[in-house]
């Protein structure tokens, strides 16, 4: 008996037109073991409400056509459902994809569903928000707050951002509990990553995992602008630990506090959030299909 697949496609991530979608699901998708349907998404938040509807019509496999963003619209409504999720990715910065090996090929990616392969990953929530890749608060939650405005979407364009804005960018003090331990830190930024990288292989947490029941809370510290292509060569080559500018603390029940309300990222797309955010862990709960 085939297993019923339904893609779904955010048609502007990553800047990419996606009309050639369907004909590379319909060519390199064996049919043998799957029949399929393709809807494609038309405003913010639509694919959580396919996703869910896809649920409750027990559809065996939900496939997220599109970025970080568009995967967590998807996997916010299969998370802990016992439904698999699939990733097609075509994203900015394809984070997850990349950490779970997913070729960014989207013909390749469609063939590697015929494996049938799955693992279980952990989520994250943010004040109850979901997140599956990384959530973060300070200069990365600014910086996304832009690019999401930025009609040139992709590598380029968040690199051009964060040039322009981090010599504007102040630091602020956060305390940060983990697990019960409280420190008191300035920061430019802090990532809390579910994987280890934001995406494009600029891992800032290099040993975080997605199925060890924790989160990495990465502190980037202030530092002098003139470091930042050291710090962003530490990101590319795994070695963002090393850096006397970066603490991380990983544990499973955290709450950041700040002084005010603020922006915050969830995979990437801005919210604003109140000054207290309590986040959690919830292991093992989102089955993928690699």
Do not use: W
Not at 42 to 52: C, R, V
Request: proline content about 4%; charged content about 20%.
């Amino acid at each position: 008996m085939r297993s019923r697949i339904l893609f779904i496609v955010n048609p502007i991530s990553g800047g990419q037109v996606k009309t050639f979608i369907p004909s590379i699901i319909d060519q390199y998708l064996d049919h043998n073991i799957y029949d399929a349907e393709i809807i494609f998404t038309e405003y913010a938040g639509h694919a959580t409400k396919i996703a869910a509807e896809a649920v409750a019509a027990h559809i065996d496999v939900v496939a997220s056509v599109g970025g970080d963003g568009t995967i967590n619209e998807v996997a916010s409504a299969l998370e802990s459902s016992g439904k698999t999720m699939a990733i097609i990715p075509c994203g900015s910065g394809n984070g997850l994809a990349r950490t779970l090996k997913i070729p960014l090929d989207n013909r390749k990616a469609i063939q590697r569903l015929n494996i049938c392969k799955t693992v279980k990953i952990d989520s994250g929530t943010f004040n109850e928000r979901k997140f599956f890749n990384m959530a973060g608060i300070g200069f990365d939650a600014h910086i996304s707050a832009l690019f999401a405005k930025d009609k040139n979407r992709g590598f380029k364009g968040y690199i051009q951002s964060t040039f322009k804005e981090i010599s504007q960018y102040h630091a602020q003090a956060y305390e940060i509990s983990v697990d019960g331990k409280v420190y008191q830190e300035n920061a430019f930024m802090i990532s809390v990553a579910n994987s280890s990288q934001y995406g494009n292989n600029a891992h800032i947490a290099p040993f975080a995992s997605l199925n060890d029941g924790l989160l990495d809370v990465c502190v980037i510290k202030p530092f002098p602008v003139y470091k930042f292509p050291l710090l962003a060569y530490r990101m590319f080559t795994k070695l963002t630990h090393t850096s006397n500018y970066v603490d991380i603390y990983r544990g499973r029940d955290i709450k950041i506090t700040r002084a005010t309300d603020g922006p915050v990222h969830i995979d990437g797309e801005p919210l604003f959030f109140p000054k207290e955010i309590a986040i959690g862990v919830k292991p093992l709960s989102l089955t993928l299909l690699v």
